[in-house]
């Protein structure tokens, strides 16, 4: 009797045992599986001079982040900084920065990087958060997304952020909304203000080495300039010689020129911020192409370079660095397009049907010359005379 007893009770024992074992495998497992699917595969990535946090996409295509850079406070230490204006002192604080916090991406833009020399042409339109009607219209218009003649257009809005509080979060909330619906923004925690346009340019062309290395060509412009892409596609592939694998850098030339130094001009620049009188020859940065091997190019001067506020101005310093040149297009015209006479209209198609680009346009001109030089029955030149 007390033999089977034992021998019940270790039956039991060991039943239990196996029971105890089976239940804490099983809450190992579901344990396991929500952590999983909660981190949604996060993970930390360090290298030698940035802590950089990726987050994978659906494609191994990955967002980059980065903390905000702090103030340089050793700048007030320059002669007569008290002296200039307090955008010029905001400047030469943050001269330093060259990484913010990036919140809008999209990694996988170009198809991913290797697959990048897919885009014939990418359009980059600098602007402004407050700025929705001005992308609303390019988007219906030239910087559509496109197949033309067998090349694709791609385009990417880049931006920065404006005001504060509420302000800046609606601000924040309208490019989100955009982007869900478009998927064409990329946007960084920094001022969107004239003189950080060259931070602005420099976040993208690191942004462009990381996702979109091999893209054939690019336009480089504002959100208020009138482009032909169809010309810019017409013209790019009838260069002899240059698949976006060489150098090409083209618009409307500007030369000998030098630092405004009156301290009321909006392109006031101090001998604080550079003591040199001249400026190498540079591209209105109203628009201009670029191949994709230049604005790498650009973009590797930039890491050894001071950054500058002009940023068409500073686009010519990277380019004499590397012993490059601008060249002119007589189918830009970032000054505005000079018509014949005051007494015929400015805006008439036929003056422009044939250009490359144009600066500036309000949101309504764009969209009506858009369609008018696509009107099949234009008429211009001999033919309108014609008529």
Known sequence: MFVFYRVSTMRIITARTFLLVGAFLLVLYLCKDFSDHKTGHLYLDVRENDSKIRQTT??????YSWPNCQQNMSAANITDFNKLPGHIQDFLYYQH???????????DKC??????????????IKSSPVNY?????????????RLHNGIWIRRLFISGTMDSGYEKKRLNKLLELEQREYNDILQWDFSDSFYNLTLKQILFLEWMERNCPKARFL???DDDVFANTDNMVEYL?????????????????IENT??????QSKYFIPVQVQESESYPPYCGGGGFLLSGYTALVIYNMSLSSTIHPIDDAYMGMCLAKAGLAPASHI???TLGLDVPSSKVDGYDPCYYKDMLLVHRFLPAHMYLMWHSIHDPHLKCGLEKQLV
């Open 58 to 63: 659906t494609n191994n295509s990955y967002v």
């Open 97 to 107: 920065c060259r990484h913010f916090p990036m919140l809008l991406d999209i990694p």
């Open 111 to 124: 198809g991913g990087a290797d697959r990048s020399a897919e885009v014939f042409l990418l359009l980059v």
């Open 133 to 145: 009607d001005r992308r609303e219209v390019l988007r219906k218009t030239w910087a559509k997304e």
């Open 219 to 221: 336009l480089n412009g």
């Open 237 to 253: 592939k009838g260069l002899m010689d240059n698949d976006g694998s060489k150098h090409l850098f083209t618009g409307q030339l």
């Open 258 to 263: 030098k630092p405004v130094r009156w301290s």
């Open 331 to 333: 189918g830009v015209k």
